[in-house]
C-alpha cells in the first residue's frame, strides 16, 4: 500500500529565503506526482504536475524536482513572500487506477 | 475560481438526518472525484466517476452514497452519519478518464459537521 510522507510538517521563515519541501513515497511505481496549495478553508490549488518520466517542472519561482527511484520529490521555492504562506500537499497516481494518495502536507509561514 | 463549485459550504446535521452535498464542473471534464479531508489525517479519495460510471470505490461505509448523473454534476448522499464523519468533503474534477495522468481542479469543499 502506498504511502506519502512529507518533511517539515510546519515551516516559518522570513521574506525571502528561498525553501525546499520534500515528499517521500514507498512505492515507486507512480504515474505521476502532483504538488498543490491549499489555503485554510478551501480547497486545493494544482501547482505544478510531474510524470514519472520527468525528472523536473517549472512554474515561475516554484520548481519541483522527481527522483522515482529513491521514491522522492522536493519542491523548491524561491525568493519566498508573505503570499506564499499556504499548506501543501504532495499526491502520487498509480499505475493501477486512479487512486492518488496525498501526504499529510507541510504547513509554511512566510513572515514579513 | 476554478470552475468546481459545491453546495452547501457548511453543513451540520444529526446522526439520523439524510443530506446530500452538491458538486458542479464548469470545465468540461470526464472525471469527477469526491475526496475526504478530516483533521490530522491526509486528503483521502473516497470516489471516481469517469462519464458518469464509478470506477474507483476506497472501502467507503454504505453510509456514503455516491450519485453521478451528468459529466458536470456529483453528488455525495449522506444518511445515518458518524460524529467521525464531520469532516471537509472535497469535489474534483479532470479532462478524461485517467485523473492520475492529469491534474485535478478542485472545489472550495464542503465543512461537515456531525452531532
Known amino acids: 500500500k502506498q504511502e506519502v510522507t512529507q518533511i517539515p510538517a510546519a515551516l516559518s521563515v522570513p521574506e525571502g529565503e528561498n525553501l525546499v519541501l520534500n515528499c517521500s513515497f514507498t512505492d515507486s511505481a507512480i504515474y505521476n506526482l502532483q504538488w498543490f496549495r491549499q489555503d485554510p478553508g478551501k480547497g486545493l490549488t494544482s501547482l505544478l504536475l510531474?510524470?514519472?518520466?520527468?525528472r523536473e517542472q517549472t512554474s515561475g519561482r516554484l520548481n519541483a524536482s522527481l527522483d522515482k527511484s529513491s521514491g522522492r520529490s522536493t519542491l523548491y521555492i524561491a525568493a519566498s513572500q508573505p503570499g506564499d504562506s499556504a499548506t501543501y500537499l504532495c499526491?502520487?497516481?498509480?499505475?493501477?487506477?486512479?487512486?492518488?494518495?496525498f501526504g499529510p502536507g507541510t504547513r509554511l509561514s512566510v513572515l514579513p | 475560481e476554478t470552475g468546481v463549485t459545491q453546495t452547501p459550504r457548511h453543513l451540520v446535521m444529526g446522526m439520523t438526518n439524510k443530506k446530500s452535498l452538491k458538486c458542479e464542473q464548469h470545465?468540461?471534464?470526464?472525471?469527477m472525484y469526491w475526496y475526504k479531508q478530516s483533521a490530522k489525517k491526509p486528503l483521502e479519495l473516497m470516489f471516481v466517476?469517469?462519464?458518469?460510471?464509478?470506477?474507483e470505490n476506497n472501502s467507503v461505509p454504505s453510509r456514503f452514497s455516491p450519485e453521478c448523473p451528468n459529466s458536470s454534476h456529483l453528488f455525495l448522499h449522506l444518511h445515518t452519519l458518524q460524529p467521525e464523519d464531520s469532516a471537509l468533503y472535497l469535489c474534483?474534477?479532470?479532462?478524461?478518464?485517467?485523473?492520475?495522468?492529469?491534474?485535478?481542479?478542485f472545489g472550495p469543499g464542503t465543512r461537515l459537521l456531525v452531532l
Open positions: 466517476y469517469n462519464f458518469k460510471e464509478q470506477t
Open positions: 499526491a502520487v497516481g498509480d499505475n493501477y487506477g486512479q487512486n492518488f494518495v
Open positions: 470545465l468540461g471534464h470526464n472525471a
Open positions: 474534483a474534477s479532470s479532462q478524461g478518464t485517467s485523473g492520475g495522468w492529469e491534474t485535478q481542479y
Open positions: 510531474i510524470q514519472s518520466s520527468q
